[in-house]
């Protein structure tokens, strides 16, 4: 079975603040997902998450690497071609209060992206709007209405709803429930599921909640600066993490059930600054295990114990520490 | 004799002046912490948990706010009705505060280090040398390394996880007995906000002190809590012990809260929700806000507020609380 996306070695480079460095926000990523999977991805602030996501998108031009849709590579598309393509990829951003157009009504919000890419009568055009709404659980009389008259749960039923209206394959989900409430949170995810089902929709998924990404994930890729640090089934690297970030990261969320205490390792230092990345293992100033090899040689992402990590822990293969 | 509790903060009601005329977004709070505790504060957005904090240390500029009723017991105190210049001695002395967003709280402008030694300036009269040498070991007791060199450096150079320890240090160096902490760890990405959930445990224990922890995230408050209070609409409606509470809540709400986090649920299946919206203020029925969302509605709910009421190791505002 070939996959729906296959992302290789894609690297994406920023000039750094002062002119002269480079800031390295993604570099060389590689992953691969079915149709009707959902990929999880990971990671604290700047470690290249979202612009992996923008990356995926197009809406940004990768330094290197290929971005293979259905074995297509997005990379080398035409113009036209591209735009064409487009329709199967979509996204859902985190700011419901920022991404949506507060001068544009509910309806021209969600019937845009038929309008741009042509598709139907204007009559048919309306009916798909009012489909729309009926499917992501907002009333039909929403159509009429602008932003700043919802609440942040159902500005964000409006965004999904914009995502699928072209019927997409693929949906980028950028920190989709980051900025609710719990109670409203549950309702989205719920919605998420259910599309997804419905739809047979397959989704990326990034997240720096576990707990979120968890519940909703097949695979997980941890990212850490720009890089996969380890990647593999979700219940696998959030339940039994290999990589002593992954495990840091796990083991730093809170618990409600106090039952559960689990040893929590605090890392020390800062989070890392993507404009000054170490030499070696990115990881080893904060790592607990940091050994002579990790300030000099970078690990490579290799199969470990049914997924990949990249450590020198794991350097031998399976067992090998 | 046994002490009462440091802070006691009894039947508070605090409205606005709106459009819409006067709109009570806190009514009726009652909670007590006691010397040396840390109580959560818990809920969502819109109910009342900030205006709770901001009230207690009268930040909030009246009109339009205004306490309509009740009194904030502080070390045999009212703050409620402690004039201006009175809450300026406590505020930053007695009392100290930690926000969520440390770098809209510190002053951009000035060196971190002056803005903690400015707090020993104003409250303990101190000359600038003395204030910077105590600064810096406050500093240093706040986790900084380094605390000489960062003592000169300004807000903007460095990270949020060093911003909110520098907030903390201005916070507790002249001692107080009550930290009220909004969000200390909301805008910190999660490694980070371990690392400050250890260094206000450290610090509590160091200091004796009390703290008053708000929060929207259950998880915090269940490492850090002893004692919980639930707020929904700007009313009290579950205080009991946090394990107690969070393993066997007896509010609706409550349960609709620790239900609905993905942590519990079975992997992909739906979770179960709070269907609905939180009423905004100014809507709130005579009977309990939560009705119109709530499983176990009575007919009685919406006619009526239920009181906080004991039950067996807590106190609830439900007419019909969970078995």
Redesign the interface.
């Known amino acids: 079975m070939t996959a729906l996306l296959e992302v290789r070695d894609l690297s994406k480079d920023y000039p750094a603040r002062d002119g002269k460095g480079v800031v390295r926000a993604v570099s060389n990523v590689s992953l691969a997902l079915e149709a009707g999977q959902t990929l999880g991805v990971v990671g604290?602030?700047g470690c290249g998450k979202s612009t992996l996501a923008r990356l995926i998108m197009r809406l940004i031009e990768p330094r290197s690497g290929e971005i293979l849709f259905k074995g297509q590579n997005l990379v080398s598309l035409s113009a036209p071609d591209l735009r064409r393509r487009r329709r199967d990829i979509q996204m859902v951003f985190q700011d419901p209060y920022a991404s949506l157009d507060p001068r544009m009504n509910v309806a021209a919000i969600i019937s845009e992206p038929l309008d741009i890419h042509g598709i139907g009568s204007r009559a048919e055009r309306k009916a798909k709007v009012l489909e729309l709404l009926d499917l992501v659980g907002l009333d039909r009389s929403a159509a009429a209405k602008y932003p700043h008259e919802f609440?942040g749960?159902q500005r964000q039923r409006i965004g999904i709803a914009r995502a699928i209206a072209l019927e997409p394959k693929l949906v980028v989900l950028d920190e989709p429930v980051s900025a609710l409430?719990?109670?409203?949170?549950?309702?989205i995810?719920?919605l998420l599921?259910?599309l997804k089902k419905r739809l047979g929709l397959t989704y990326i998924f990034i997240s720096?909640d576990?707990?979120?990404v968890?519940?909703?994930s097949d695979d997980v890729a941890v990212m850490y600066l720009g890089q996969i640090v380890e990647y593999g089934k979700?219940?696998q690297v959030l339940h039994a993490p290999l990589h002593p970030y992954s495990q840091?990261?796990v083991?730093?969320?809170?618990?409600?059930?106090?039952q559960k205490k689990k040893q929590?390792i605090?890392?020390t230092g800062?989070?890392p600054n993507p404009e000054n990345i170490p030499p070696g293992c990115p990881f080893h100033p904060r790592c607990p295990h940091v050994m002579a090899i990790c300030r000099q040689i970078p690990p490579e992402l290799q199969v470990t114990q049914d997924r990949r990590a990249a450590c020198h822990l794991y350097r031998e293969g399976p067992g090998g520490h | 004799m046994t002490p009462g509790p440091l802070l006691s903060v009894e039947g508070l009601s605090v409205a606005f002046n709106t459009e819409q005329g006067r709109v009570r977004v806190v009514e009726d709070l009652s909670f007590q912490l006691a010397a040396g505790e840390t109580l959560g504060l818990v809920g969502e957005s819109g109910c009342g948990k900030s205006v709770t904090a901001q009230t207690i240390m009268r930040l909030l500029p009246s009109p339009p706010s205004h306490i309509e009723a009740g009194r904030i017991m502080f070390e045999g105190e009212d703050l409620a009705a402690a004039p201006a210049s009175r809450m300026r001695k406590i505020r930053g002395d007695r009392i100290g505060m930690v926000f969520q967003e440390p770098m809209t709280s510190l002053n951009p402008t000035q060196r971190i280090g002056q803005q903690v030694a400015e707090v020993l300036r104003l409250h303990r009269g101190m000359n600038s040398s003395e204030a910077k040498g105590l600064a810096i070991s406050v500093l240093k007791k706040a986790g900084i390394g380094n605390a000489e060199r960062r003592f000169d450096q300004y807000p903007h150079e460095l990270s949020g996880g060093l911003r909110q320890r520098v907030m903390i240090a201005m916070a507790i160096v002249c001692g107080p007995r009550l930290l009220i902490a909004d969000e200390p760890t909301t805008a910190l990405d999660v490694t980070i906000q371990a690392q400050i959930i250890e260094l206000l445990k450290a610090v509590q224990k160091d200091l004796g002190l009390s703290i008053l922890l708000i929060t929207h995230d259950l998880g915090v408050v269940a490492e850090m809590c002893r004692n919980v209070v639930i707020m929904y609409a700007g009313r009290v409606v579950e205080r009991g012990p946090t394990n107690e509470t969070f393993q066997f809540p007896r509010h609706p709400y409550t349960a609709g809260l620790i239900n609905s986090s993905p942590r519990n649920a079975r992997k992909g299946e739906r979770l179960p929700t709070i269907p609905g919206l939180v009423p905004p203020p100014g809507m709130r029925s005579r009977g309990c806000s939560f009705a119109d969302r709530c499983p176990r509605v009575l007919e009685k709910c919406r006619s009526e507020f239920p009181p906080l009421a004991p039950l067996p190791g807590r106190l609830v505002a439900c007419w019909n609380p969970a078995p």
């Not at chain 1, 083991?251 to 106090?258: C, L, R």
């Open positions: 604290e602030s609440s749960g409430d719990v109670s409203i949170q549950s309702q995810l719920n599921i259910d720096h576990l707990s979120v968890e519940h909703v979700a219940a840091a990261l083991s730093a969320i809170p618990e409600i059930d106090t929590r605090v890392l800062d989070p």
